[in-house]
């Protein structure tokens, strides 16, 4: 690759590394909200007259050019960080936090299309007005509400929301504040009440395009059995919310979600297999126009979000570069594609979708060639020319494409997700040769049925059959031993040493007679992999051992929780209050399993041996009050005298805490009214989340005097309760949130874990 080549490439690194710069300073107070712009200007019109005056000096100009697009990205960054800089014009201004709610009225239009769950729905609303105190005033900004799931709303409604305005939480593990604000939301408001002021009030082109979708999904829904339809819909239309937890489960555990919902990694992916199967009948240079035009449709049926249309123009720079035969110019394409995103919008750097879907094309344009090349040669000392073709043919679709994605994206995967898939690259090459008749009869589907519903039925068996065998696949290689590891705190940090490792190599240059020439890209990857995987193994599994502390989880579901017990040896205990969803609590805490197993070892309440069939279940009802349950040394479930309820006391040296956390008022009482509450006295007491019924009463707290109380948000107690809970310092914590407590026994830890956004 020439220097004119490479220009761009050294320009868009230099322009990220001001962005990243200009993070830290942000982050270090250097600089802020409050900093002039003056001061970058003048810089910058320095060093371009340093340009100018440099012209005859070729490497001192070219230094000075790379400072100043450095400086330009720091300048940029500072034009939309990701703190929030509101005015009182901005939405943002009002927003309270976790020690002052604001009760607001918000009236706006649903922009985008509505992100559907299992029992509410979140819109996204552009503010216009804002009513605090009975005072309307005009604003600007966009608000995420999450609303009940009934009656739904469309893009282009004009509602009023009202409810508690907020500052979006962060989590010890995951930045929801960050990651919204990377999306243009500063703004959050849960459990919003909603009143439609009028409908159809949004731009007519989106408003047809998302009516295509929404009937698009209808028609799935009726023409495919499930778990086919959630899937169909969430590879064609990236609607993901209807998939089955444990079929999500299975593919997270194989590293193959890509293929269902909408992210870089999955159109470079497809972009790479449509050239591929099109190539072989068009021919190469053909096959561009249709390939592009496939990757279009694809972008505009998932909603044509800023996520599909960065993943979509990079899929088609591909898809351009590689016809040409041009390497370079599909790396440089790559690299405009960035430049232009970032330009855009700086914070598209910290995205993990915009990350996945670099990695992705720049591994599929580094690796491709190599990995077919090594492949021809090995067959073609084994067999004849023609069976060669066929054998790359299948090879090509199946397991090259997969192979060269992931030697740049498998980092990324295990810094974001905390999982390590050794079952990856066997799936994937078994399910991708299946995704371009599921993605081409699916949309033939789609076509046929919007115009007549008969046909799209005959239509639909074609997709149902190769949805229906990746689904088998993933199942199947998901409940293999060890597909999955869970990874720590080191093996993220490995990561980076991967890619240090890796694209190190790929920089290095040597001396030749022919000039600077880089390594092969073979011998960079097996540098990277001897230097990291081996480590990345072994620290997989240390991590995923037992630390001799007790780890106590609670997960909150829709009107019910549960908790993860892990004793210090290691021994998995699940305490479910019977109320709510519980296959799909189960499924929740699945992810929060370390290790390879995905079960646990003792099952407790009604019902929950259902649930954990291979567990062993303990019925509360069954055990007498009084009666202990040693789960390990020195950890122990005792049964509380609690009336037609049940409650357990769960005790490890001097810790002790209350399962489940939603007691309900009766069932307080019943423990007071028995005296078990005399000698319980809490270290730790997890109040009860919103719509499960239930509170902790005011004589309970002064019976059992916690010494901290965790009070999720979003809560309606009475209000000598919330009084008690205030005086006593109650930590308020998301009601989406995982609280993990830690505890020696003597001392005590928190973490605040994020429960949505878990991949």
């Not at 001001?18 to 830290?24: A, K, T």
């Not at 490497?59 to 050019?65: D, E, H, N, T």
């Not at 202990?628 to 950890?635: A, S």
């Not at 805490?657 to 307080?668: N, S």
Request: glycine content about 10%; some cysteine; proline content about 6%.
């Amino acid at each position: 690759m020439n220097g004119a080549h490479m220009t761009l490439v050294y320009l868009t690194l230099a322009w990220c590394g001001g962005i990243l710069l200009g993070h830290l300073l942000w982050s270090w107070g250097a600089i802020g909200c409050a900093t002039p712009t003056g001061p970058f200007g003048a810089a910058a019109g320095g060093m371009c007259l340093l340009i100018f005056l440099l012209r005859r000096q070729p490497a001192r100009r070219w230094s000075v050019l790379l400072l100043l697009t450095l400086l330009l990205g720091g300048w940029r960054y500072h034009a939309h960080p990701f703190a929030a800089c509101p005015t009182p014009a901005d939405l943002a201004y009002s927003n309270g936090d976790d020690r002052r709610a604001v009760w607001v009225t918000v009236e706006g239009l649903v922009v985008g299309y509505p992100d559907v769950r299992d029992v509410r729905t979140q819109y996204r609303v552009r503010a216009e007005t804002l009513t605090i105190d009975g005072m309307p005033r005009p604003v600007q900004g966009d608000l995420l509400v999450q609303a009940a799931r009934f009656p739904p709303y469309a893009y282009g409604d004009r509602l009023r929301v009202t409810g508690n305005l907020q500052v979006p939480p962060t989590f010890d593990d995951f930045d929801y504040r960050a990651y919204l604000a990377q999306r243009g939301i500063h703004s959050l408001m849960r459990r919003a009440t909603v009143e439609l002021a009028a409908r159809d009030q949004g731009a007519r082109f989106w408003t047809i395009l998302y009516g295509v979708r929404a009937r698009g999904s209808a028609l799935l829904n009726r023409v495919l059995p499930e778990p086919a339809a959630a899937l169909a819909n969430g590879m064609l239309l990236g609607i993901e919310s209807g998939i089955p937890p444990d079929v999500d489960e299975a593919f997270k555990v194989t590293g193959t979600t890509h293929v269902i919902v909408i992210s870089g990694s999955n159109i470079a992916l497809l972009s790479g297999v449509l050239l591929a199967a099109l190539g072989r009948l068009l021919g190469k240079r053909r096959a561009v126009l249709p390939t592009i035009a496939g990757i279009a449709l694809y972008v505009l049926l998932v909603g044509a979000d800023a996520a599909a249309l960065r993943a979509g123009l990079m899929g088609a720079l591909y898809v351009i570069a590689i016809a040409l035969g041009r390497q370079s110019t599909a790396l440089v394409s790559l690299f405009a594609s960035a430049l232009l995103m970032t330009l855009l919008n700086p914070l598209a750097l910290w995205d993990v979708g915009f990350q996945l879907s670099f990695m992705a094309t720049l591994g599929l344009i580094l690796f491709t060639p190599a990995i077919q090349a090594r492949f021809e040669r090995f067959l073609t000392a084994r067999l004849a020319t023609d069976q060669v073709r066929k054998v790359m043919g299948l090879l090509n679709d199946a397991l090259i494409i997969t192979l060269a994605a992931q030697i740049t994206t498998l980092p990324l995967v295990v810094y974001y997700f905390g999982r390590l898939s050794l079952i990856s690259l066997v799936t994937n090459f078994l399910i991708l040769p299946a995704q371009p008749p599921i993605m081409m009869a699916g949309m033939a589907t789609l076509a046929g049925g919007l115009i007549w519903e008969p046909l799209g039925r005959v239509l639909a068996v074609v997709p149902w059959l190769f949805l229906t065998y990746t689904t088998w696949v993933v199942k199947l290689t998901a409940a293999a031993p060890f597909a999955s590891l869970e990874t720590g705190a080191w093996s993220r940090a490995l990561a980076l040493l991967y890619y240090a490792v890796l694209f190190g190599n790929l920089g290095w240059r040597r001396l030749a007679a022919t000039g600077w020439v880089t390594l092969p890209t073979r011998r960079a990857v097996t540098w990277a992999a001897l230097a990291v995987l081996p480590l990345w193994l072994g620290i997989s599994i240390l991590s995923a051992r037992p630390d001799g502390r007790l780890h106590v989880m609670f997960l909150q579901g829709e009107g019910g929780e549960a908790a993860l017990v892990v004793t210090p040896s290691g021994r998995r205990v699940w305490v479910w209050d019977g109320r709510g969803d519980g296959e799909t609590l189960a499924t929740t805490t699945r992810p929060w399993l370390m290790g390879w197993r995905r079960g646990v070892d003792v099952a407790v309440g009604p019902g929950a041996a259902a649930l954990w069939p291979d567990a062993q279940a303990v019925e509360p009802a069954q055990l007498a009050p009084g009666t202990t349950v040693r789960l390990d040394d020195g950890v122990v479930l005792t049964r509380l005298a609690a009336g037609d309820d049940w409650a357990l006391a769960l005790a490890y040296g001097q810790f002790r805490t209350v399962l489940p956390a939603t007691l309900k008022p009766d069932t307080q009482a019943a423990v007071l009214a028995s005296g078990d509450a005399d000698n319980l006295h809490l270290v730790l007491l997890k109040a009860p989340g919103p719509d499960t019924g239930a509170w902790p009463t005011a004589d309970f707290l002064a019976a059992t005097a916690p010494q901290t109380v965790i009070w999720p948000q979003d809560t309606t107690y009475p209000p000598d309760v919330a009084a008690v809970l205030t005086g006593r310092g109650a930590l308020r914590a998301p009601a989406d949130a995982v609280v993990e407590v830690i505890t020696d026994g003597a001392r005590l830890w928190l973490r605040q874990r994020s429960a949505s956004e878990r991949r």
